[in-house]
């Protein structure tokens, strides 16, 4: 395929090399270390300043803003391959339409969960397993939470379309932005005001809103590559945006679903210290993948272009920096989770108590899955990128549910709560194979090797 006229002015044009490209990607992963940061201090003060039945309750509604947050990036990173791509082509107008309508699309969606999720909320907390200490906690927690979703949705779709713009550097600032806000209003509603866990919820709600109002306001000016226009309504547009960033949504709903297994197999096993000590490794174990989680999304605009202009030998360059870095960081970041994970639990509840010494004994274990954890993500991310929405969804539907599942459902009955702990890193590391399969399998189609 013969490559299309570059424009300059567009920052995935470039010549990408490993200090340019890191550069590049360096404010998404940043983005997405600070929203591991804020997402983890917004249960550190639920476990410190109301109690760890609290910190359960967050994970009993988990699944809901699973859901939420897969739709969105259902749409963002699924639409942004197809943005870009067109971008590449040379087609910005009809890229700008497209964007428009998935953006309209997402704020549909966030406000019929709005309305539904509230109307529901009873039957919904009896289905995700709420017990009735924990009832209404969730139910306090969840109800100022999906009143937000609209704006949960605008969030998740703007961190990923900024990049697509390209402007990373804006999405990172927007993103810290949000995430000090969301700091400053848990301390205000939960130590000053003290209303507990609504307090932490109201602050993440209007931490939503900061990127939500501020990414309307910058689409709705000429600050990037992509801009508000009269959208086309093409159902085509939603159905390739849906379906290539599919695996996502099966990644964010296969979370949800083993939640619900975590939960129910750790409040059999250990009751609700259990419960709030799987929380406790589920949120320190997304802090630890912000790397990947964020590297991967920084670049994936990169692949998307190149991919539409056909220059398969910046393809190929920018592949190999990936996979290096991918590499380099799972060893540094498995290595940080081993010698600091006495104080990352220390941090959510005292020495000495059960939930600190449940959580410590997971740490010797479940760290060895971001030996793994990391090509994982960033293969799927990559074919995301390229459109191959099925490849990418059978990686994340085999980490995140086929897997897991499996194990959930066999080891404990074998080792108790060790069983519990040993199932991701058994579940990323069979997982790697696949990944490897699909690169070997697809390298002539793409011509990234």
């Given at each position: 395929?013969?490559?299309?006229?570059?424009?300059?002015?567009?920052?995935?044009?470039?010549?990408?090399?490993?200090?340019?490209?890191?550069?590049?990607?360096?404010?998404?992963?940043?983005?997405?270390?600070f929203m591991g940061l804020y997402t983890i201090v917004d249960?550190?003060?639920?476990?410190?300043?109301?109690?760890?039945?609290?910190?359960?309750?967050?994970?009993?509604?988990?699944?809901?803003?699973?859901?939420?947050?897969?739709?969105?990036?259902?749409?963002?990173?699924?639409?942004?391959?197809?943005?870009?791509?067109?971008?590449?082509?040379?087609?910005?107008?009809?890229?700008?339409?497209?964007?428009?309508?998935?953006?309209?699309?997402?704020?549909?969606?966030?406000?019929?969960?709005?309305?539904?999720?509230?109307?529901?909320?009873?039957?919904?907390?009896?289905?995700?397993?709420?017990?009735?200490?924990?009832?209404?906690?969730?139910?306090?927690?969840?109800?100022?939470?999906?009143?937000?979703?609209?704006?949960?949705?605008?969030?998740?779709?703007?961190?990923?379309?900024?990049?697509?713009?390209?402007?990373?550097?804006?999405?990172?600032?927007?993103?810290?932005?949000?995430?000090?806000?969301?700091?400053?209003?848990?301390?205000?509603?939960?130590?000053?005001?003290?209303?507990?866990?609504?307090?932490?919820?109201?602050?993440?709600?209007?931490?939503?809103?900061?990127?939500?109002?501020?990414?309307?306001?910058?689409?709705?000016?000429?600050?990037?590559?992509?801009?508000?226009?009269?959208?086309?309504?093409?159902?085509?547009?939603?159905?390739?945006?849906?379906?290539?960033?599919?695996?996502?949504?099966?990644?964010?709903?296969?979370?949800?679903?083993?939640?619900?297994?975590?939960?129910?197999?750790?409040?059999?096993?250990?009751?609700?210290?259990?419960?709030?000590?799987?929380?406790?490794?589920?949120?320190?174990?997304?802090?630890?993948?912000?790397?990947?989680?964020?590297?991967?999304?920084?670049?994936?605009?990169?692949?998307?272009?190149?991919?539409?202009?056909?220059?398969?030998?910046?393809?190929?360059?920018?592949?190999?920096?990936?996979?290096?870095?991918?590499?380099?960081?799972?060893?540094?970041?498995?290595?940080?989770?081993?010698?600091?994970?006495?104080?990352?639990?220390?941090?959510?509840?005292?020495?000495?108590?059960?939930?600190?010494?449940?959580?410590?004994?997971?740490?010797?274990?479940?760290?060895?899955?971001?030996?793994?954890?990391?090509?994982?993500?960033?293969?799927?991310?990559?074919?995301?990128?390229?459109?191959?929405?099925?490849?990418?969804?059978?990686?994340?539907?085999?980490?995140?549910?086929?897997?897991?599942?499996?194990?959930?459902?066999?080891?404990?009955?074998?080792?108790?709560?060790?069983?519990?702990?040993?199932?991701?890193?058994?579940?990323?590391?069979?997982?790697?194979?696949?990944?490897?399969?699909?690169?070997?399998?697809?390298?002539?189609?793409?011509?990234?090797?």
């Amino acid at each position: 395929m013969k490559p299309h006229a570059q424009s300059p002015e567009n920052p995935l044009a470039q010549e990408f090399n490993i200090k340019s490209l890191l550069k590049f990607a360096f404010p998404t992963v940043v983005m997405m270390i600070f929203m591991g940061l804020y997402t983890i201090v917004d249960t550190i003060f639920v476990a410190r300043f109301v109690n760890t039945d609290a910190l359960s309750a967050i994970n009993i509604v988990c699944p809901v803003i699973n859901l939420i947050v897969g739709l969105g990036t259902m749409l963002a990173t699924g639409g942004s391959a197809m943005i870009a791509r067109k971008m590449g082509a040379g087609e910005e107008k009809r890229a700008s339409q497209d964007f428009t309508f998935i953006v309209l699309t997402g704020t549909i969606i966030g406000l019929l969960i709005a309305v539904t999720g509230t109307l529901f909320i009873d039957p919904l907390l009896g289905r995700l397993g709420a017990s009735g200490l924990l009832f209404p906690y969730c139910k306090e927690y969840l109800l100022v939470v999906i009143l937000f979703t609209p704006a949960s949705m605008l969030q998740v779709l703007f961190q990923n379309l900024i990049v697509t713009a390209g402007r990373p550097g804006f999405g990172m600032v927007l993103s810290v932005s949000a995430g000090v806000a969301n700091l400053f209003l848990d301390y205000l509603f939960m130590v000053p005001l003290q209303m507990g866990i609504r307090g932490a919820a109201l602050g993440t709600g209007i931490g939503y809103l900061i990127p939500a109002l501020t990414g309307i306001y910058f689409f709705a000016g000429n600050h990037g590559s992509l801009k508000f226009r009269m959208p086309k309504i093409d159902i085509s547009v939603l159905t390739e945006s849906c379906f290539n960033g599919f695996s996502e949504m099966v990644s964010q709903m296969a979370t949800a679903v083993t939640t619900l297994f975590f939960n129910m197999i750790m409040l059999r096993l250990l009751g609700e210290s259990g419960v709030a000590a799987i929380t406790i490794m589920i949120y320190t174990g997304f802090l630890l993948s912000t790397l990947y989680i964020g590297f991967s999304m920084g670049v994936a605009p990169v692949i998307s272009y190149h991919y539409g202009l056909g220059d398969h030998q910046r393809l190929k360059k920018v592949f190999k920096i990936c996979i290096f870095f991918i590499i380099m960081v799972s060893v540094i970041v498995f290595a940080l989770s081993m010698i600091f994970g006495s104080a990352l639990v220390g941090i959510f509840s005292k020495k000495g108590t059960s939930v600190y010494d449940i959580a410590r004994d997971g740490f010797w274990i479940f760290p060895f899955s971001f030996l793994f954890s990391g090509i994982n993500i960033f293969v799927s991310a990559f074919f995301t990128a390229l459109s191959n929405g099925k490849a990418s969804a059978l990686i994340s539907s085999l980490r995140t549910f086929v897997f897991l599942a499996c194990f959930l459902l066999t080891l404990p009955f074998f080792f108790q709560e060790t069983g519990v702990w040993l199932a991701v890193p058994l579940s990323e590391l069979i997982t790697v194979f696949a990944s490897v399969a699909l690169l070997v399998k697809n390298r002539n189609r793409y011509q990234y090797l």
